[in-house]
Structure formats: structure tokens, C-alpha cells
């Protein structure tokens, strides 16, 4: 095969190094290896193939250094290697290769610098190294490459300036620089790079103006500078072509106004400039049809804008909140058909709410909340049956609630406080059936609470009906609010007693029923003394009870408290009566059978003063220390089923039959080394029960003997399934959807049900452990932290490489946002079946924004075939990506989540297989 020329083994399943007899074809000049699972390093003789003329490699598993003898390849036009392990830095013989035309490294692991002599590939028409880990600054010479058309080195570690020579670069259409740490202004000459089309430099460390000179690149169709320190005014030329059609400047310190003719080309789709200084009029934008994503908010804007906006078939998102607008909403705003967000609060808006938003079928939320409306909400809202957020609060909104607000089937969140609202509450509100939030305080609302509002059982951040004229009786059915947490009914007129049934409403952590005319007894039950203050009760009519800051009940005020319950609160009182007996005696015998049982010397237990403790609890009562130490014999080696860094884990089957599993932490000279995570765990899940988070069933703590004793989980943990060929299979597209969902439900109940929140800080596949119906279970406590509000939460940096945020790094401050970033990670990697490695840092990228969808996904799995698991698994992805956000503010918090995964709902009306990570990040999350 001595005269082979051409070679094409690619899109195979070989494996194994390349092995070094290939390079003793020298007449080869085209050698096709990519997509393969090829590893090892590259031949260190591969430059003996000297006529090559073409190398693709990418797409394998190579690794190791890239070998100094390529650059004796002279003739090579083209080299491809990338998606590969390849690390170490770049040869600066590289410059050897003076016939290259195109290279491409990129998402390896190379790092050091970028050398100088590469700027000596004269011929160089496309360099890719972006997704490494190069460092130090761009070569000054770079404006050398005359020729280069394609130029992205994003996601690396540049520092230092962009040099003023890549203003030379008059071919170049592409330029990635972004997510690096790039300072100081951008070239003032940017403009001479006349056929730019693509501009790539946000996420960096940039500042200065915008220069003039960008605004004459007619070329230009995309400008991505957001995320840096740029300050400044926007030149006022900027959109004037019609090629523009991307301008994302947010998180910047721009000043100044939006140029007036920034959609004169008539092709702008995305315009976001948030979070900056801008101000002045809106442009007038009636005839940019081409808009589809517009974001102003949190600037100083000022103007009116009734007639700003027209008919926009494409928007599909626009949010103009916290600025300086005044004006009237336009009925146009009926024919942006594909609007799925508006949100203009915090501004000065005043008018009526056209009627004609009701047309707005895709709308998701609507948000006016913090204006000057007046009027009635207009009853043609009930036709917004996707509508899963609507804030009306803060304005001078008359009338009633309209009866149609009930066919908001998929209504989360409803807030029409401080309003001048009037009437009673519909009943068909209690139609709602997936409401979250309803705040309807600050009105002028009267009538009695409607019992219908005892149905909106998933109501759980609040419930708040103060500060209107409501009358009659606190509704029984409220007892079904079981998820609830703030109940607020304060400054009403409402009579009788407290319902006993309210005791029922276990999730509650504030309540206030004070400025009413209730009267009896306060029930003195756990869920009072716990969400009640003493300012909960006062000024009304006769409340009285146990609780603090209330009068003690006398004999009178009993009998009129209780005999509006009549016959109930007598058998409660007797039922009581027995309970308290038939306790005290159980007790009692509980007692003596333990000071026998301690007597006999069969268990010390609790025997506190020399450091040793052991307690079981929520068992079946008969686990002992000797069980576990017979049914591990002393903790041999043959029951262990996994180590870790502060401890291993063994298997035991007690006497009962029930099988545990056994936390053992690691000792050194008879004694245990490390003891903070045993308290972290002990102190933790002692506290907090819930489905998706393992079981803790007791604990020994002894000087020389520490464990922890868990329900067992028959399949292990996630990262083991993954891993496993035969395994894997059985974990199907479904059962991965609902291990997110209950990783999801975990993380929700620890951040928003515990107080204080507990952040879990380790989430990662190998933590996630499932039993055998493959349902998950959140473990390994061991590094957790609470987070108290009146505390810094400054942290080390502690979890497992891969799957900690990145702002951890730089602030060490703890928050619930770094769950979330893990979660996002897991979430990836249990639908690709692998860790998203590099992935994670490409998805906001130009190159990753084109990924497909269907090339994220498990290979060991068919592509869903069912409608509904597609949909689901698109869902999932597009919700795990907005949980990866560099920023954590931009980050939707486990709650959100947790409600979004449990409704959801088809995302695409496109073929499965066509669908981009460009596509997931335009469909915008309901919730951010």
C-alpha cells in the first residue's frame, strides 16, 4: 500500500492510538480518520508523511501533546483536529507549515500561549482554537494573517488588550474573542475590517467607548459586546445598515441614547442593551417587523411610548421594565401574535389595558405591575390560556376581578395588589388550579372568601387577601392549602372563630390574622406557635388562647369560642384525653424495658459523658449496635459497596430481614480523622424528610467508631448507572426526565422549605443514588451549609470538580444559586449519558448555538419516539441550559424549576432532529 494517496477510514468505530506503521505512507496526501474513538497520542513520526495534504482527525479521543515533527508536513493545506484530549501547548514550529489554509484545534485542552510565529501562516484563512485553555495575550503581530477570513479563539484565558493590528485583518468576516479575560478599549480602527459580519467579544474585562468606526462595517450582521465595563454613549449610526441583525450590549455601563435609526436596515431581530445607563427616547421602531427579542429594562429611558411599537409578527419577547416611559399601551401591541413575554412595570404608564392583549394566544407572562393604569382589567384575558404569570399590581385599576381571570387553567402566579379593585372575589377563581402566588391585598374588595379558594391546592408562596373590607367566616376549606406558606388576611372584617381545620395547613411559616373581629379560642397547635408572631392576633374582638401576646382564655370566653364547633371540639378534647393517658403509659413501659435492656449491658445507650452515642429512630424499633456488627462482621472489606474521601459505605442485612447501608467514617490509629461531615449530615437529615432525599435512620458517635445509618438503594448511584453499558439501557428517556424532576423536587424543598435554606453544595451524579424502580434519592450531606441571613455565607471551595460554579471561585460566597448551576450540570450529563466537559462553556457560543439538539444526546438510547418524551427531553435541556448562566442572578432559583418540570408542556412545533441549542435559547424559559 507503499502508493496509496488517498486513505478514508472515518466514521467507524475504531479505537485504540493510531498506530505509528501509517506514517510510513509517504505518497499519502488525504487521510480520513475522523469520528472514530480513536485515543492516545498522535504518531511522534507523523511528520514523516511529508505530501500530505489533508488531515482530519477530529472527533476522536486523542490526547497528549500535538508533536513537533507536524510541522514537517510543508505541504499540508489543512488540519483538523479537533474534539479531541489533545493538551499541551502549541509547537511554535508550527510556523513551518507555510501552506496551511485552514486550523482547526479547537476544544481540546491546550494551554500556555498562543506563540507569535503562528502569525507567520501567511496563507492561514481559518484558525479555530476556541474551547481551550490558552493563555497569556494575542499576539501584537496578529494583523500580520493577511488572509484570515475565520478567526475564533473564545473560551480561553487571554488577557491583555486586543492589539490595534487586527484592525489590519481586511478579509476577516468571523471574530470570536469572547469568554476570556480581554482588557482595556476595542481598536479605535475596528472599522477597517470591512467584510466583518460576525463580532464576537463579550464576557471579557473591555472598556472605553464603543468605537465610531463599527458603525461603518456594512457587513455587519451580528455585535455581541455584552457583559463587559464599556462605558460611554452607542454610536449613533449603529443599525443604520440593513444587515444588522444582532445587537446585545447589556451588563455594560453604556450611557447616552439608543441611536435613532438603529433598525433603518429593516433586519434587527434581537436589540438587548439592559442593565446599563442608558437614556432618552425609545427609537421609533413601528416599522422593524424583523424584531423578535427586545430587552431595555433597568435603564433610564424616558419618552412616550404609545406609538414607539407597531405590529411585530416575530416578537416574541420584550421587556421595557424599571425605566422612565410614560404614554398608554397601543392596541397594537394584539398583532405581535408570537408575543410570549411583555413586561413594562416600574415605569409611568398610564390608560387602560387594551383589550386587545387578550389576542396574545403565546402569552406566558404579562407584567404591568409598578404604572399608572387605570380602568378594568379587560375580561378578554381569560383568553390567554398559556398565561402562566400576570402582575397588574401597583396602579389605579378600578372594577371588579372579572370572572373570566378562571379560564386561566395554567395560571402560576396572580398579583392585582394596591389597586382600587371592588367587589368580591369570583368563585371561578378557584378554577386556577395551578396557582402558586395570589396576592390580592390592598383593594377595596368585599363579600366573604368565595370556598372555591380552598381548591387552589399547589398555592405555596402566598396567600394574601389584608387590607380589603372581606367579611364572614374564615372558610373551612382552607385546610387543603396544605403546601401554603404565607397566609395574610390581616385588616379585614372578618368574623367568628378560627377554624380548627387550619391546623391542617402544615407548610406554613407566617401567618396574620390581626384587624379583624374574630373571637374564641386561638388553637394552640404546632402550626400556630410556629407561623403565628404575637402581633398576628391583635385588635380583634375576643381572641384568646396559650400562644403569646393573647389574654388566657377565662371560663366564658371557652365556652363562646367553643360552641360555635359544637360537638367536634368536645370529642377532640376527650380524643386528647386518651391520647395523653395511653402516651404517658407507653412511655412509661418504654422506659423500663430500656433500663433493663442497659442493665444487662446488651447496648450503651446515649452514654453522653464519654463521647459515645447511639440512636435509632424512624425504624421498626428493634435495630441494635450489635445487629450492625454482626451483620458486617466488624465491617469487613466483603460488605463495603463504596468509598469516599471522609469515609466507605457497606451493605447490611440486619436480623429483621431489612437491608441498611452503613456510613463508615475513616480512622487512623483507632481514631476517626475527620468528624465535620458525620455532624453536617447527623444535624441535617435529622431535620428534613422528604420523598427524594435519602433516608437517615440513626447514628453512632463514638471516639473510635462513627456511622451513619441509611435506607438502602438498591441501584447505587447515578454516576455507576451511567457508566455502566448493560445498566444504562434501562434507564430510558422517561425514567431520566423524572430523575431530574426529582433532583429538582430535592433541591426545591431544601431551598425554599427549610429554614434556614440548606445548600446541598456536592450535587452530582455520584450523589444521586436510585432504588429499584429507579426513583432518585438526594445523598451525602456531608459539606452541606445553611444559609442564615444574617451571615456573610463565605465558604471554601469544596465540592466535586465539575459541577461547582464558577462565581464560587472568585466571590467564595455561598448561595442557592450554586445548586442550581450543578443541577444544570447534572441535568446535561444524565441526558448525554457523559459529564458536558467543555460543553457547558460552547453553549452560548456562535458554534454551539448550531448545535443539534440530537447530537447531545445518549448514544446508547434510540432518539425518542414518542411526541410527549421528545418534548419532555427538549424541555428539560432548555431548562438545564438556563440554569447554567455565567451569571447567577440570571439563573431561575429550584422552586422555579420544580414548577416548571412539573407542568411541562410542548416546547417546539419543529421536526426533533432539527432543532439547534440556538432554537432552546430563543424559546425563552416562563420564569426568567
Not at 634 to 656: E, H, N, Q, R
Not at 709 to 717: I, L, R, T
Request: net charge negative; proline share 5%; aromatic share 6%.
Amino acid at each position: 500500500m507503499e502508493n496509496l494517496i488517498v486513505l478514508d477510514l472515518s466514521e467507524n468505530k475504531l479505537s485504540g492510538p493510531i498506530p505509528h506503521c501509517l506514517t510510513n505512507l509517504s505518497k499519502l496526501e488525504l487521510l480520513y480518520l475522523f469520528e472514530n474513538q480513536l485515543s492516545g497520542p498522535l504518531p511522534s513520526n507523523i511528520g514523516d508523511m511529508e505530501n500530505l495534504v489533508v488531515l482530519p482527525l477530529y472527533r476522536n479521543k486523542l490526547s497528549g501533546p500535538i508533536p513537533h515533527s507536524l510541522a514537517n508536513l510543508s505541504r499540508l493545506e489543512k488540519l483538523y483536529l479537533y474534539v479531541n484530549q489533545l493538551s499541551g501547548p502549541l509547537p511554535s514550529e508550527i510556523e513551518d507549515m507555510e501552506n496551511l489554509v485552514e486550523l482547526d484545534l479547537s476544544e481540546n485542552k491546550l494551554s500556555g500561549p498562543i506563540p507569535h510565529s503562528l502569525t507567520n501562516l501567511s496563507k492561514l484563512e481559518l484558525l479555530h482554537l476556541f474551547e481551550n485553555q490558552l493563555s497569556g495575550p494575542l499576539p501584537s503581530e496578529i494583523g500580520d494573517m493577511k488572509n484570515l477570513v475565520d478567526l475564533e479563539i473564545s473560551q480561553n484565558k487571554l488577557n491583555g488588550p486586543i492589539p490595534y493590528s487586527l484592525a489590519n485583518l481586511s478579509r476577516l468576516e468571523m471574530l470570536y474573542l469572547d469568554q476570556n479575560q480581554l482588557s482595556g478599549p476595542l481598536p479605535s480602527k475596528i472599522g477597517d475590517t470591512k467584510n466583518l459580519v460576525e463580532l464576537l467579544l463579550n464576557q471579557n474585562n473591555l472598556s472605553g467607548p464603543i468605537p465610531h468606526s463599527l458603525a461603518n462595517l456594512s457587513k455587519l450582521e451580528s455585535v455581541y459586546l455584552f457583559d463587559n465595563q464599556l462605558s460611554g454613549p452607542i454610536p449613533q449610526d449603529l443599525g443604520s445598515h440593513a444587515s444588522i441583525v444582532v445587537i446585545e450590549l447589556f451588563d455594560n455601563f453604556l450611557s447616552g441614547s439608543l441611536p435613532q435609526q438603529i433598525c433603518q436596515g429593516r433586519s434587527l431581530q434581537k436589540l438587548t442593551v439592559e442593565n446599563n445607563c442608558l437614556m432618552g427616547p425609545i427609537p421609533d421602531l413601528r416599522n422593524c417587523t424583523s424584531l423578535r427579542r427586545v430587552r431595555l429594562e433597568n435603564n433610564l429611558f424616558v419618552g412616550n411610548i404609545t406609538n414607539s411599537f407597531g405590529a411585530h409578527p416575530h416578537l416574541y419577547y420584550i421587556d421595557m421594565s424599571h425605566n422612565r416611559l410614560y404614554g398608554e399601551l397601543s392596541p397594537n401591541w394584539g398583532e405581535c401574535k408570537n408575543l410570549s413575554v411583555l413586561k413594562i412595570s416600574g415605569n409611568n404608564i398610564s390608560g387602560k389595558i387594551p383589550s386587545e392583549i387578550g389576542q396574545l394566544t403565546r402569552l406566558g407572562e404579562l407584567d404591568l405591575s409598578f404604572n399608572k393604569l387605570a380602568g378594568e382589567i379587560p375580561k378578554e384575558l381569560g383568553s390567554l390560556s398559556d398565561l402562566l404569570s400576570l402582575y397588574l399590581n401597583d396602579n389605579q385599576i378600578s372594577g371588579h376581578v372579572p370572572v373570566e381571570i378562571g379560564k386561566l387553567i395554567n395560571l402560576e402566579h396572580l398579583d392585582l395588589s394596591s389597586n382600587m379593585l371592588t367587589g368580591s372575589i369570583p368563585a371561578q377563581l378557584g378554577q386556577c388550579s395551578t396557582l402558586l402566588s395570589l396576592n390580592l391585598s390592598c383593594n377595596s374588595l368585599n363579600g366573604s372568601i368565595p370556598s372555591q379558594i380552598g381548591d387552589l391546592v399547589f398555592l405555596q408562596t402566598q396567600l394574601d387577601l389584608s387590607h380589603n373590607s372581606i367579611s364572614g367566616l374564615i372558610p373551612s376549606q382552607f385546610a387543603k392549602l396544605v403546601m401554603l406558606e404565607i397566609l395574610n388576611l390581616s385588616h379585614n372584617i372578618f368574623t367568628g372563630s378560627i377554624p380548627l381545620s387550619l391546623e391542617d395547613m402544615i407548610s406554613l411559616v407566617s401567618l396574620d390574622l390581626s384587624y379583624n373581629q374574630l373571637e374564641g379560642v386561638v388553637p394552640n397547635n404546632r402550626v400556630f406557635k410556629h407561623a403565628a408572631s404575637p402581633q398576628a392576633f391583635r385588635a380583634n374582638k375576643g381572641l384568646c388562647g396559650e400562644l403569646q401576646g393573647l389574654l388566657p382564655c377565662n371560663r366564658s370566653r371557652t365556652s363562646k369560642g367553643y360552641s360555635k364547633n359544637g360537638h367536634k371540639v368536645l370529642i377532640s378534647i376527650i380524643a386528647s384525653l386518651i391520647g395523653t393517658v395511653f402516651l404517658a403509659f407507653a412511655i412509661i413501659v418504654v422506659l423500663f424495658l430500656l433500663r433493663k435492656k442497659m442493665k444487662k449491658g446488651n447496648v450503651e445507650v446515649a452514654r453522653r459523658n464519654h463521647g459515645n452515642i447511639f440512636s435509632i429512630w424512624n425504624f421498626d424499633g428493634k435495630i441494635a449496635y450489635e445487629d450492625i456488627i454482626q451483620a458486617t462482621e466488624d465491617f469487613d472489606a466483603k460488605y463495603c459497596i463504596g468509598a469516599g474521601t471522609s469515609g466507605s459505605v457497606y451493605k447490611a442485612v440486619l436480623p429483621t430481614g431489612h437491608v441498611v447501608a452503613l456510613k463508615k467514617f475513616h480512622t487512623f490509629d483507632g481514631e476517626v480523622v475527620v468528624d465535620e461531615s458525620f455532624g453536617n449530615e447527623m444535624h441535617v437529615l435529622t431535620n428534613i424528610r422528604h420523598r427524594n432525599i435519602v433516608r437517615l435512620y440513626g447514628f453512632c458517635s463514638h471516639p473510635r467508631c462513627m456511622f451513619l445509618v441509611y435506607e438502602y438503594m438498591e441501584k447505587g448511584s447515578l454516576a455507576n448507572i451511567l457508566s455502566n453499558q448493560a445498566e444504562v439501557v434501562e434507564l430510558d428517556w422517561m425514567k431520566r426526565v423524572n430523575v431530574i424532576k426529582s433532583v429538582a423536587n430535592a433541591l426545591s424543598y431544601l431551598h425554599h422549605d427549610c429554614i434556614p435554606p440548606i445548600i446541598h453544595r456536592d450535587i452530582s451524579s455520584k450523589n444521586i443514588l436510585l432504588d429499584l424502580e429507579l426513583e432518585a434519592r438526594v445523598s451525602d450531606f456531608g459539606i452541606a451549609r445553611l444559609l442564615k441571613p444574617d451571615s456573610s455565607n463565605w465558604t471554601s471551595l469544596k465540592g466535586t470538580h465539575g459541577y461547582i460554579a464558577p462565581e464560587l471561585a472568585y466571590t467564595m460566597v455561598l448561595t442557592d444559586k450554586c445548586d442550581v448551576y450543578s443541577f444544570g450540570v447534572l441535568s446535561l450529563e444524565i441526558i448525554m449519558g457523559r459529564h458536558p466537559g467543555e460543553l457547558i462553556s460552547s453553549l452560548t457560543s456562535p458554534v454551539g448555538q448550531k448545535m443539534l439538539l440530537r447530537d447531545m444526546l445518549d448514544p446508547r438510547l434510540t432518539f425518542p419516539s414518542d411526541q410527549k418524551v421528545a418534548n419532555d427531553v427538549v424541555s428539560v435541556v432548555r431548562i438545564a441550559i438556563a440554569c447554567l448562566c455565567s451569571h447567577p442572578q440570571s439563573r431561575p432559583t429550584m422552586y422555579q424549576v420544580s414548577k416548571e418540570l412539573l407542568g411541562l408542556r410542548p416546547s417546539f412545533v419543529e421536526h426533533f432532529y432539527t432543532i439547534t441549542v440556538g432554537d432552546l435559547n430563543d424559546i425563552e424559559v416562563q420564569y426568567l
